[in-house]
């Protein structure tokens, strides 16, 4: 059998990292998306090497179109399909509203949820001439139950379920599925800078009283990304230690 071939974006680093070992751990050939961090996008591949498998560090920012293009169309020439998309890239800008810029809010949706947009919408035509694929997009508990402070960045996550849901149905006789995994507080860059008060507010609210891993995370993504997984598709797999 062919080895698949996964696209995980955003994956220097946090989630996206744990994604992209977890993806080649499974004998996939990982295409590791970078937006500005070259230096620890090559790390991940150069690690991924060292360990048997097959890894290429991509840079493109999936907010823009084009480059979301030819971030595809890349690893497709250079490895013949795109098997699985992992969309994992994303950014917070929190703001109350009264106080929160539109560019702040631009900013967040493009990224988390036109980014989102971006690699499916490249990566469907591929994947529809194969019969087959795994999209899972990385949503978050915000996204259902909301947040003080991030109206843009909650939008952008509940957005990402209501594409997963629709494209799940465009493609469900087509051999793709199309998953979101919504994680709950993990730690990571993002969550690292929040501090220990907050941090101590979210533990009340979560019944498992820790903060998850990225590779709480990952797991589930690899399933999903799984043969394993082949009647599952237009869900969302919360990986939140009880919260929501
Ligand atoms: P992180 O900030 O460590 O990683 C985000 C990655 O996305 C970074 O590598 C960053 O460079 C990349 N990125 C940002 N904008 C990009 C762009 N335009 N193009 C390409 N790459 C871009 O955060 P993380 O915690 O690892 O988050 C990963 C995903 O998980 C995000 O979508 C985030 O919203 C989601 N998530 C995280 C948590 C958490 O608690 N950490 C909870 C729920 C959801």
Known sequence: MSQKVAVVTGASRGIGKAIAYKLAEKGMIVAVNYRSSEKEAQEIVNTIIQNGGKAKSYKADVS??????????????DFSSVDVLINNAGI??????????EKEFDDVINVNLKGTFNCI????????????????????????????????????KAGIIGLTKSMSKELATRGITVN?????????????????????????????????????????VAFLASDEASYITGQVINVDGGMV
Do not use: C, W
């Open 64 to 77: 823009n179109y084009d480059e979301a293009n030819e971030l595809i169309a890349s690893v497709k020439a």
């Open 92 to 101: 917070t800008k929190d703001m109350l509203m009264l106080k929160m810029t």
């Open 121 to 156: 919408k490249h990566v469907t035509r591929i994947m529809l001439k194969q019969k087959s694929g795994r999209i899972i997009n990385i949503s978050s508990v915000i996204g259902e139950i909301g947040n003080i402070g991030q109206a843009n960045y909650a939008a952008s």
């Open 180 to 220: 979101a995994v919504a994680p709950g507080f993990i730690e990571s860059d993002m969550t690292d800078i929040l501090n220990e008060k907050i941090k101590e507010q979210i533990l009340v609210n979560i019944p498992m009283k820790r903060i998850g891993k990225a590779t709480e995370v990952s797991n589930v």
